[in-house]
C-alpha cells in the first residue's frame, strides 16, 4: 500500500519540482514524508529506494527551513532513506545538519570523519554529542574542535579515545580548568593521564574536582593527588650556588642573553636555565625553581617571554625540565601557539605582579 501511494505521488512531485511553487513544493515534501513516516519501517530496501529518490529531488528544492524540518524528522529513525540523510548530514546550515549529525543512526564513521575534517565548528559541535563515536571520528574533531567542541566531546561518556587522542585532549586542558574537571569525572581515563592531567592542574581545581567527583572516581583522584604530593615532597632542593655566581658574572659582561640560554638548556645545565631565567628577570631563584620543577609548562612561557627568549630557547628548556615523563609533542604544539601570542607587555606585568606578591609575602615575617 505504501508503495502504491508513494507511486500516486510521483506525477504530483514532477508537476511541483517543474513548475510548483515553494510552498507547494514544501508541502509535498511533508506528504511525502508523513507518508514515509506511516509505513516506513514496514518497507523492504527497494521501497525505502522510492522515497529516497522522491525526497532527494525535493530536498534539493526547497528553502532551508523545510530541510531542517526534515531533518528533525528523520533524525530519530534507523530505517531513515540512505542518501537523503547523507544530504542533510553534508548541509552547510547547522541547522539542517545539526539533527541528524547529533542523532541519526545512518551515517557512517568514514562520512562522520570526513564531515569533521572538512566542515565547521558547529558541525563539529553537534557531532561531538553523537552515541558512541569511534576513535577515527574523535581523534579528527580533537584535533581541529575549538574549546567548546573540546568540552562537549570530554562529556561524551560513550565516546572513545584512541591513545594519541587521549593524550592530545588532556594537552588541551593544561590551560582549561573546566576540561580538566571533565576528563577528571571519566571512568575509562588511563591513570597514567589522569596522573598527568592532576599534575598539571591547579590546587583549586583539584579541591573541586575531589568535591563533585563520585565515590567511585574520588578515591583515584585521591590517591593520585597522595602519589604527587609524595612526588613534590621528595623533590630534593638544589644548591644553585656555584651557578648563581656564574650566571651573575656572565650579566655584568653582558653575555647573558637568548643564545647563552639555549647552550644552557641544550646542555641539560637545569641550575644555570633556571638562575638565568631569575636574572633576567629579577625574579628569586627559588620561585622559577617552583616553575621549572612544576609541571605546568604554560607558567615558564611568561619568564621567558619577558626576557626576550626566542622559541627555539624555549622549547628546549621545555623539553630538558627534569619531569617525570618528557613533554608530548602536543603540549609542545600548544605552547609554541601560546607563546606567539603571549605579549611582551603581558608578560613583563605579570612577572611584576609575582615579584610583588613574593615580597608581600615576606613582609610578616620580616616584622615579626
Not at 505521488?9 to 509535498?28: K, M
Not at 530519530?76 to 552547510?92: G, I, K, R, S, T
Not at 588541551?172 to 571533565?182: F, H, M, N, S
Not at 607587555?345 to 613574593?358: P, S, Y
Request: negative net charge; glycine residues 4%; aromatic residues 4%.
Amino acid at each position: 500500500m505504501a508503495q502504491q501511494a508513494s507511486e500516486s505521488i510521483i506525477a504530483e512531485l514532477e508537476d511541483a519540482v517543474r513548475d510548483g511553487t515553494s510552498a507547494r513544493r514544501v508541502q509535498t515534501l511533508r506528504r511525502v514524508t508523513d507518508l514515509f513516516l506511516n509505513d516506513g519501517d514496514r518497507l523492504n530496501d527497494e521501497q525505502v529506494k522510492v522515497f529516497d529518490d522522491v525526497l532527494c529531488l525535493l530536498v534539493a528544492r526547497v528553502e532551508t527551513r523545510a530541510r531542517a524540518e526534515l531533518s528533525k524528522r528523520l533524525a530519530p529513525l534507523d530505517y531513515a532513506p540512505f542518501e537523503v540523510v547523507q544530504y542533510l548530514a553534508w548541509d552547510d546550515d547547522i541547522s539542517v545538519a545539526g539533527e541528524v549529525l547529533t542523532h541519526s543512526s545512518r551515517l557512517s564513521p568514514e562520512a562522520l570523519r570526513e564531515i569533521a575534517s572538512t566542515k565547521g565548528q558547529d558541525h563539529l559541535f553537534a557531532i561531538s554529542a553523537r552515541e558512541n563515536l569511534p576513535e577515527v571520528v574523535t581523534d579528527v574533531i580533537i584535533g581541529r574542535g575549538e574549546d567548546r567542541v573540546i568540552r562537549r566531546l570530554a562529556k561524551n561518556a560513550s565516546a572513545q579515545f584512541s591513545d594519541d587522542g587521549y593524550s592530545n585532549i588532556v594537552a588541551r586542558a593544561e590551560q582549561d580548568d573546566e576540561l580538566v574537571e571533565i576528563l577528571g569525572l571519566r571512568l575509562d581515563l588511563p591513570a597514567k593521564l589522569l596522573h598527568d592531567l592532576l599534575a598539571r592542574a591547579k590546587a583549586t581545581v583539584r579541591a573541586r574536582l575531589l568535591a563533585i567527583a563520585p565515590p567511585a572516581v574520588r578515591d583515584d583522584i585521591r590517591q593520585v593527588l597522595d602519589h604527587i604530593a609524595e612526588q613534590e615532597a621528595a623533590t630534593p632542593r638544589r644548591n644553585y650556588g656555584i651557578a648563581e655566581e656564574y650566571v651573575k658574572l656572565m650579566k655584568q659582561l653582558n653575555e647573558l642573553d637568548d643564545a647563552a640560554v639555549y647552550k644552557f638548556a641544550e646542555a641539560g645545565k637545569f641550575d644555570e636555565v633556571t638562575v638565568a631565567l631569575a636574572v633576567l628577570n629579577d625574579m628569586p631563584i627559588v620561585m622559577v625553581e617552583r616553575l621549572m620543577l612544576g609541571m605546568r609548562s604554560d607558567l615558564i612561557l611568561i619568564p621567558c617571554r619577558s626576557a626576550r627568549l626566542n622559541w627555539p630557547t624555549v622549547e628546549s628548556i621545555l623539553r630538558r625540565r627534569p619531569l617525570p615523563h618528557p613533554l608530548d609533542e602536543a603540549t609542545l604544539e600548544i605552547a609554541q601557539r601560546d607563546y606567539r601570542r603571549l605579549s611582551l607587555e603581558t608578560a613583563q606585568r605579570t612577572v611584576r605582579f609575582w615579584q610583588l606578591h613574593n615580597r608581600l609575602e615576606k613582609q610578616p615575617a620580616a616584622v615579626g
